[in-house]
């Protein structure tokens, strides 16, 4: 048996203490982070979450050793230059916080654009020289303008998904374009018994906000209509049963405390109207206080007002027709 350094044992057995005293596991990728911005980083996460790197072989040792189920899958997630991170928050929390640690960086060589690379139109700082030729000499729209290089139009340079090119991220650097970010990548995370790749970590906060609302407001809708009693639709379903239940007596015309009152105006209003259209045929079958009443109405008085008012506007436009005809016929017969 090959004699195994102790060193080794004791990494694999710091690695699995970790792993047992937390709650979240994940596995980070921390390829092409330049060294002051990963201490950056790890003074940023010391106090919620400890960053650890160590060799891949004895990582995956220690995730198959541990005493947490199906967490030894969280070794097939190792890209670049993996590194395990421990923490007790949530990993969508953790992924939150890892996402918004990223700056800015420039492009290199052989880097994948996240999205497409757009050098913008406008004023370069550039007098006219060489670097005119090379702009043009990569698909740059470019011109001399007072004194200065300017760019035309945008110009994508690298679509999303592609390599950037040596000569392309020479000119971007040289623009102070800074299309890639630097940052720990969150490749998955472990968390009981079940393991979130990146793609179910990335959440768009405004977007499920909005759906939870929507989701609360069909419940709610849904436990109106089939009277599902609970805390929140409880209110609703009684004010609705209210409303229906008094509908129901004023249709039926069933006195109560509440219906009473609105019942005789109704009644009110249906003997005046009564009133009116014996008044329009005979007034002397009413009696002087009817009349009263009759005539002290407001609605009354202004429909009367405004049927005036159209008998008089129908009066006015026959004279009119009257005149215009009668114009017509001295203009054809002189």
């Known amino acids: 048996m090959a004699h195994v350094a102790n060193w080794k044992k004791d990494e694999v057995n710091s690695l699995k203490e970790l792993i047992e005293g937390h709650s979240v596991v994940g596995m980070a990728n921390l390829a092409d982070i330049p060294a002051p911005q990963l201490q950056k980083m790890r003074r940023t996460l010391k106090d919620s979450a400890t960053l650890k790197m160590s060799r891949k072989t004895l990582m995956t040792l220690a995730l198959s050793e541990s005493q947490k189920s199906n967490i030894d899958t969280l070794g097939e997630h190792m890209e670049g230059q993996p590194a395990l991170i421990f923490t007790n928050m949530n990993p969508f929390k953790l992924f939150k916080i890892l996402e918004a640690s990223k700056t800015p960086a420039p492009a290199k060589a052989g880097n994948i654009a996240l999205a497409d690379i757009v050098v913008p139109k406008g004023d370069t700082a550039f007098k006219p020289g060489p670097i005119l030729g090379e702009l043009q000499k990569v698909g740059i729209p470019a011109k001399i303008d007072k004194g200065k290089i300017v760019i035309t139009k945008d110009k994508v340079v690298v679509a999303e998904g592609e390599a950037v090119p040596k000569d392309i991220a020479g000119i971007l650097t040289r623009l102070d374009i800074q299309p890639m970010e630097v940052g720990i990548d969150l490749i998955a995370a472990y968390e009981d018994q079940t393991i979130y ?44 049963a209210a409303v229906k239940s008094m ?15 609105l019942l005789l105006s109704k009644a009110y209003a249906q003997m005046l109207a009564l009133a009116s259209e014996i008044a329009s045929i005979n007034e002397e079958a009413l009696d002087d206080e009817l009349l009263d009443k009759l005539k002290s109405r407001p609605q009354a008085v202004e429909v009367t007002e405004e049927k005036e008012e159209d008998k008089e506007d129908e009066e006015e436009e026959e004279e009119d027709k009257e005149e215009d005809a009668a114009a017509g016929l001295g203009a054809l017969f002189g």
Do not use: G, R, W
């Open 247 to 261: 509908n129901l007596a004023l249709n039926a015309e069933i006195l109560t405390s509440k219906t009473t009152e």
């Open 197 to 240: 790749t990146s793609d179910l970590l990335t959440i768009d906060e405004d977007k499920t906000v909005s759906d939870i609302q929507m989701a609360f407001s069909q419940a709610l809708n849904l436990s109106i209509n089939a009277s599902i009693y609970n805390k929140v639709a409880m209110p609703y379903i009684i004010q609705n």
